[in-house]
């Protein structure tokens, strides 16, 4: 990992990575699903995993700062995760029976 990397990263990984949660808390409270703090472990890992792959991905060439870009990236993260877990519960629904 070179200089540049770790000065992207290091604001959001600094102070138990506070900034990175309160983004992440920001932009799954919008979506309005009751998550419990099990969920909350969930998306942080998902954002934490995110933060890496965008730090990854992102190129200053793209006009955009890399703050923009990582909430972008979660936003997707996100609404990916919450669509699978109501698709997982249909499809439990569809094998079970009424007694």
Same mark, same amino acid.
């Given at each position: 990992?070179d200089?540049? &990397? %770790?000065?992207? @990263?290091?604001?959001?990984?600094?102070n138990? /990575? =506070? %900034? @990175?949660? $309160?983004? !992440?808390?920001?932009?799954?409270l919008r979506?309005?699903?009751p998550l !419990?703090?099990a969920?909350y472990?969930d998306?942080?890992s998902i954002?934490? /995993? &995110? @933060?890496w792959?965008a730090?990854q991905?992102?190129d200053s060439?793209?006009?955009i700062?890399?703050e923009?870009? %990582? =909430? &972008?990236c @979660?936003?997707k993260?996100?609404a &990916?995760?919450? $669509?699978d877990r109501? $698709?997982?519960? =249909?499809v439990i629904?569809q094998?079970?029976?009424?007694?």
């Amino acid at each position: 990992m070179d200089n540049k &990397t %770790l000065e992207v @990263l290091q604001p959001y990984c600094e102070n138990d /990575m =506070r %900034l @990175l949660k $309160r983004i !992440s808390k920001s932009i799954f409270l919008r979506f309005n699903e009751p998550l !419990s703090e099990a969920d909350y472990d969930d998306f942080y890992s998902i954002a934490n /995993m &995110t @933060l890496w792959q965008a730090c990854q991905t992102y190129d200053s060439n793209m006009g955009i700062s890399f703050e923009i870009f %990582l =909430r &972008t990236c @979660l936003k997707k993260k996100f609404a &990916t995760e919450i $669509r699978d877990r109501h $698709r997982e519960k =249909r499809v439990i629904n569809q094998f079970t029976s009424s007694l």
